[in-house]
């Protein structure tokens, strides 16, 4: 059974995508390059290609899951270290995957800002980190006027610097007899706090139905 697909534009950069259903409901981006990382991500105020000083974080490894220390001085360089300090043994895997750390590091910077790095300090962890998820679900017997709506709520979080996951369609039901049409949204909810007054005053639709849900 091949996976469900479909041809849209990233929220964020603009860039061309493809949404693919790698399982049941889980929905992931690719382009040309493989999964999709948006480019756009270095724009949040700061990036660790170009932090300006020394910054550490305890991770989960991206290949092997093995807790260790991503590193970088701050000057566009970067190191998955297995210690902090002399002889600073560089984990195995930082080596053995060369190809993919660019776009790794990208991925680093969307949950480093998801769990509410600031860019300033020196310091911090990903390990236990487990800030909640608001899933935002919108629905209308008009596909097209969902997604018009989708696309302002999509606008008002890029102008607030939010990063989001989505829009995720799901699974069409019918309300008599006639088909609703399903997206999802999910963003970190303290991030989500930050906008929740203009969020209440947002222009939807009045077909559109919204539901906010905490996971």
């Known amino acids: 059974m091949s996976n469900k697909a479909f041809q849209t534009t990233c929220n964020q950069c603009g860039n061309s995508i493809k949404m693919v259903e790698v399982s049941y409901?889980?929905?992931?981006?690719?382009?040309?390059?493989?999964?999709?990382f948006c480019n756009n991500?270095?724009?949040?105020?700061?990036?660790?290609?170009?932090?300006?000083?020394?910054?550490?974080?305890?991770?989960?490894?991206?290949?092997?899951?093995?807790?260790?220390?991503?590193?970088?001085?701050?000057?566009?360089?970067?190191?998955?270290?297995?210690?902090?300090?002399?002889?600073?043994?560089?984990?195995?895997?930082?080596e053995e995957n060369k190809s993919q750390q660019l776009k790794m590091i990208q991925a680093f910077?969307?949950?480093l800002l998801c769990n509410g790095y600031n860019g300033k300090d020196r310091r911090f962890t990903l390990i236990g980190k487990t800030s909640a998820y608001l899933t935002i679900k919108l629905k209308d017997y008009d596909h097209r006027i969902l997604d018009k709506a989708i696309k302002q709520l999509c606008t008002l979080l890029n102008r607030h610097q939010i990063v989001y996951q989505g829009p995720i369609p799901l699974l069409t039901k019918k309300e008599n007899t006639q088909q609703v049409h399903m997206r999802m949204l999910k963003?970190?909810?303290?991030?989500?706090?930050?906008?929740?007054?203009?969020?209440?005053?947002?222009?939807?639709?009045p077909s559109v139905q919204i539901k906010l849900i905490d996971v």
């Open 25 to 36: 409901k889980c929905w992931e981006a690719f382009d040309n390059n493989g999964k999709h």
């Open 41 to 94: 991500v270095s724009s949040f105020k700061w990036s660790l290609l170009n932090l300006g000083h020394p910054f550490s974080c305890t991770i989960s490894c991206w290949w092997c899951g093995e807790q260790v220390y991503y590193h970088t001085n701050g000057n566009g360089d970067s190191v998955l270290f297995d210690k902090l300090g002399k002889p600073w043994p560089i984990h195995p895997c930082w």
């Open 109 to 111: 910077e969307t949950a």
């Open 187 to 205: 963003i970190r909810k303290h991030l989500f706090q930050n906008i929740m007054i203009e969020f209440q005053n947002f222009d939807l639709p």
